[in-house]
């Protein structure tokens, strides 16, 4: 899985970018990247994991409530942007989680850029050609939407064609001069390179960590979820489903384990990953203790998702990322997350009996064999909480809770204050909160332009 001869001009481009003085999004140099001689050089640059699926962004983890730190826990963080972000604290020296996703862009549209220039001289070639734009524009719209969950505004149908999106990177030209799309602007072009890519993508996820057609139609519910778009949302979560639905049964791993999922399981849809900041280290991410108690003892996840710290707190060890030396999160595209989605939109269409049909799907492969007594109607509460209860905590530390608290946070019954404490100090998040906007990093600022968020 990794890079050929076409690497030493993207790691040029790379090395660029995350230098101080000149970053991606920055001050452009007077070039463009070198041009690939066949197809094969394009193709390989979608091989390579690291700059294509290992640097997810981060910072929504750390700003998230799934867990929280102790003042010794939170002075050890060694950078101060992940103590600031803990705190909700303005501050603009993003790094690499502004950095890494636009890299990822970059090679997407270099392999766009160039492949009309690419001469295809077999019927093989011909037919490959499809299938590597498709990847290329999947891609694209992948870190695009990423970015778009943490530097602009959780999108608001009244407001969004003024409301400032991201700068749209759909050129490799560093030339080009960079502008903060609308907020309508960016989800319309993230969802028309989903669309677009789509028919030429291979219908199974075979290689996990390539894009596929299961992945493009659970991109696009994401995308739609995170606009509050839930019949959309719903019916792309079927179409990923229709396509690819497999569940691993639990009481098929060994839960004590402290790696208890393998990499590209059989869940795993398209494969991602984000580093481990230092605020989520197993020393110092204490997880929320309500949360963790929300588990029944018969529930697997309990023992497979947790290790005790041995102070009576608990470590995140659940990730399907197969790794417990390297740790890492899985921000991938997985089918518990399709079930969820779409059990939740049915729910909000009134279809309560098909949603509970879902979750109960989910639910029997998480509980220990003869344990799980499936949910019937009526449910106290309702569907719609018990789900969305469900997919926090199925779906803990992938770097989704923070897009699901900007929109939940619109609707009145699921809006929620977050708190931390800090050296006797009490910070606080109030829903609608600017603050559910990260500030854009200060280089792009200050060569670019443009305007910074609140």
């Given at each position: ?7 030493p ?11 101080s003085?000149n970053?991606y ?7 463009r ?60 020296q ?29 019927a093989?070639?011909?037919?490959a050609?499809?299938e ?11 870190y ?14 009244a ?18 001069k ?14 028309a ?22 992945a ?13 778009e839930y ?12 396509l ?36 989520l ?12 108690n929300?588990?029944s ?10 290790s ?8 995140f ?24 989605t779409r ?21 029997k492969?998480r ?11 009526p ?26 608290l ?10 929620d204050t ?6 006797g ?17 200060k ?12």
């Open positions: 899985m990794y890079i050929n001869k076409f690497l001009a993207i790691s040029l481009i790379a090395i660029i970018m995350t230098s003085c970053k999004l920055d001050k452009k140099p007077n070039q990247l070198t041009t690939p001689a066949t197809l094969d050089d394009l193709s390989q640059l979608l091989n390579d994991y690291d700059r294509i699926n290992g640097y997810y962004p981060s910072a929504g983890e750390i700003s998230a409530d799934n867990y929280y730190l102790l003042d010794d826990g939170w002075a050890s963080t060694g950078l101060e942007l992940h103590r600031n972000l803990y705190l909700w604290q303005k501050f603009d993003v790094g690499s989680d502004w950095v890494s996703p636009y890299t990822a862009v970059l090679t997407a549209n270099v392999i766009l850029d160039n492949l009309d220039k690419i001469p295809l001289n077999s093989m070639q011909k037919e050609a499809p590597l734009k498709a990847k290329a524009l999947f891609i694209r719209a992948y695009h939407f990423g970015l778009s969950q943490l530097f602009m505004p959780v999108y608001n149908k407001t969004a064609n003024t409301d400032l999106g991201i700068p749209l990177k759909l050129s490799a030209d560093i030339n080009e960079i502008t903060r799309a609308s907020s309508q602007r960016t989800y319309d072009c993230i969802i390179d989903i669309k677009n890519a789509i028919n030429d993508l291979p219908v199974a996820p075979d290689k996990r960590y390539l894009p596929s057609r299961p493009a139609y659970g991109l696009l519910s994401r995308v739609y979820l995170s606009m509050q019949k959309e949302a719903g019916l792309y979560a079927d179409s990923c489903l229709q690819y639905n497999t569940l691993m049964d639990y009481n098929s791993i060994d839960p004590a384990s402290d790696a208890p999922f393998t990499q590209f399981n059989d869940e795993d849809i398209y494969d991602t990953q984000a580093a481990y900041p230092s605020a280290y197993q020393g110092n991410a204490k997880v929320d203790s309500v949360l963790y929300s588990f003892d018969m529930d697997i996840r309990k023992e497979a998702f947790f005790s710290n041995g102070d009576g707190t608990y470590f060890k659940g990730n399907y990322t197969g790794k417990s030396d390297d740790p890492t999160m899985f921000t991938g595209i997985a089918t518990d997350e399709m079930y969820l059990a939740e939109c049915l729910a909000r269409q009134g279809d309560s009996l098909n949603a509970l049909n879902d979750l109960n799907t989910l639910l492969n509980f220990l064999k003869g344990s799980f007594v499936p949910y019937s109607l449910v106290p509460g309702g569907v719609l909480k018990l789900i969305l209860s469900e997919r926090r905590k199925e779906l803990i530390f992938r770097e989704l809770r923070w897009t699901d900007r929109r939940l946070n619109k609707e009145p019954a699921f809006a977050l708190y931390r404490f800090i050296n100090q009490k910070y606080e998040l109030l829903p609608g909160s600017s603050r559910y906007t990260l500030q854009i990093d280089n792009t600022i200050d060569i670019s332009g443009i305007e910074q968020n609140p």
